[in-house]
Protein backbone atom coordinates (compact mmCIF):
# COMPACT_ATOMS: atom_id res chain seq x y z
CA UNK A 1 0.00 0.00 0.00
CA UNK A 2 1.58 3.44 -1.27
CA UNK A 3 0.25 6.35 0.36
CA UNK A 4 0.08 9.71 -1.65
CA UNK A 5 0.39 13.56 0.00
CA UNK A 6 -0.12 16.13 -2.29
CA UNK A 7 1.32 19.77 -1.09
CA UNK A 8 1.43 23.22 -2.70
CA UNK A 9 -2.01 23.92 -4.09
CA UNK A 10 -3.58 27.55 -3.44
CA UNK A 11 -4.75 30.58 -5.29
CA UNK A 12 -3.02 32.65 -8.13
CA UNK A 13 -3.88 35.20 -10.66
CA UNK A 14 -4.16 34.40 -13.92
CA UNK A 15 -0.79 34.22 -15.65
CA UNK A 16 0.91 33.23 -12.61
CA UNK A 17 2.64 30.15 -11.56
CA UNK A 18 2.11 27.27 -8.84
CA UNK A 19 4.41 24.01 -7.80
CA UNK A 20 2.54 21.16 -6.67
CA UNK A 21 4.60 18.12 -4.97
CA UNK A 22 3.34 14.52 -4.37
CA UNK A 23 5.54 12.26 -1.89
CA UNK A 24 4.89 8.64 -1.45
CA UNK A 25 5.28 6.69 0.77
CA UNK A 26 7.01 4.29 -0.59
CA UNK A 27 8.78 3.36 -4.52
CA UNK A 28 6.53 4.25 -7.09
CA UNK A 29 6.33 3.20 -10.74
CA UNK A 30 4.22 5.22 -13.21
CA UNK A 31 3.20 8.75 -11.74
CA UNK A 32 0.77 11.44 -13.30
CA UNK A 33 -1.61 14.43 -11.90
CA UNK A 34 -5.08 14.48 -12.66
CA UNK A 35 -7.82 17.07 -12.13
CA UNK A 36 -11.55 17.67 -11.60
CA UNK A 37 -13.56 20.64 -11.94
CA UNK A 38 -16.85 21.02 -9.68
CA UNK A 39 -19.43 19.46 -11.52
CA UNK A 40 -16.97 17.32 -13.86
CA UNK A 41 -15.13 14.21 -14.24
CA UNK A 42 -11.51 13.68 -13.50
CA UNK A 43 -8.87 14.52 -16.59
CA UNK A 44 -5.41 13.45 -17.32
CA UNK A 45 -3.25 16.55 -17.24
CA UNK A 46 0.26 15.14 -17.04
CA UNK A 47 2.29 11.64 -16.29
CA UNK A 48 5.72 10.75 -16.44
CA UNK A 49 7.53 7.33 -16.71
CA UNK A 50 9.40 5.27 -13.96
CA UNK A 51 12.93 6.44 -14.63
CA UNK A 52 11.47 10.16 -15.26
CA UNK A 53 12.73 10.18 -19.14
CA UNK A 54 9.43 10.60 -21.24
CA UNK A 55 6.29 12.70 -20.30
CA UNK A 56 3.16 13.29 -21.62
CA UNK A 57 0.59 16.18 -21.25
CA UNK A 58 -3.06 16.74 -21.68
CA UNK A 59 -3.36 19.16 -24.78
CA UNK A 60 -4.74 22.07 -22.46
CA UNK A 61 -1.92 22.21 -20.20
CA UNK A 62 1.15 21.37 -23.06
CA UNK A 63 3.65 23.85 -23.17
CA UNK A 64 2.98 25.89 -19.67
CA UNK A 65 2.79 22.66 -17.68
CA UNK A 66 6.00 20.37 -16.35
CA UNK A 67 5.84 17.19 -14.68
CA UNK A 68 9.31 16.08 -13.25
CA UNK A 69 10.18 13.61 -10.67
CA UNK A 70 12.85 13.07 -7.72
CA UNK A 71 13.33 8.78 -7.00
CA UNK A 72 15.19 9.20 -4.78
CA UNK A 73 12.72 11.78 -2.51
CA UNK A 74 10.06 9.57 -3.86
CA UNK A 75 8.36 12.89 -5.13
CA UNK A 76 6.83 13.75 -8.25
CA UNK A 77 6.32 17.51 -9.14
CA UNK A 78 4.03 19.97 -11.31
CA UNK A 79 4.97 22.99 -12.32
CA UNK A 80 2.51 24.83 -13.35
CA UNK A 81 3.51 28.22 -15.09
CA UNK A 82 0.63 30.94 -17.22
CA UNK A 83 -1.81 29.53 -14.90
CA UNK A 84 -5.16 30.22 -16.83
CA UNK A 85 -9.23 30.37 -15.03
CA UNK A 86 -9.72 27.13 -16.60
CA UNK A 87 -6.80 25.39 -14.61
CA UNK A 88 -9.40 25.61 -11.71
CA UNK A 89 -9.92 22.53 -10.09
CA UNK A 90 -8.70 19.79 -7.57
CA UNK A 91 -5.22 18.45 -8.64
CA UNK A 92 -4.83 14.74 -7.64
CA UNK A 93 -1.52 12.72 -7.83
CA UNK A 94 -1.50 9.12 -8.48
CA UNK A 95 0.57 6.06 -9.00
CA UNK A 96 0.44 3.08 -10.44
CA UNK A 97 2.17 -0.19 -11.26
CA UNK A 98 3.44 0.15 -14.73
CA UNK A 99 6.64 1.52 -15.74
CA UNK A 100 5.67 3.67 -19.52
CA UNK A 101 3.04 6.84 -19.63
CA UNK A 102 -0.34 6.15 -18.45
CA UNK A 103 -2.79 9.12 -19.35
CA UNK A 104 -6.29 6.52 -18.26
CA UNK A 105 -7.52 6.32 -14.30
CA UNK A 106 -7.73 3.16 -14.64
CA UNK A 107 -4.21 2.50 -14.85
CA UNK A 108 -3.18 3.81 -11.15
CA UNK A 109 -3.92 1.64 -8.10
CA UNK A 110 -3.17 4.97 -5.60
CA UNK A 111 -4.54 8.49 -5.37
CA UNK A 112 -3.78 11.27 -3.04
CA UNK A 113 -6.47 13.48 -1.30
CA UNK A 114 -6.05 16.46 -3.91
CA UNK A 115 -5.22 19.86 -3.38
CA UNK A 116 -7.07 23.01 -4.49
CA UNK A 117 -5.83 25.48 -7.26
CA UNK A 118 -7.86 27.99 -7.38
CA UNK A 119 -7.11 31.18 -10.72
CA UNK A 120 -8.33 33.93 -10.59
CA UNK A 121 -9.27 36.21 -13.93
Known amino acids: QVQLVESGGGLAQAGGSLRLSCTAS?????MGWFRQAPGKERTFVATISWIGGNTQYADSVKGRFTISRDNAKNTVYLQMNSLKPEDTAVYYC?????????????????WGQGTQVTVSS
Open 26 to 30: GRTYT
Open 94 to 110: AAGPFRGLVTSTDGYDY
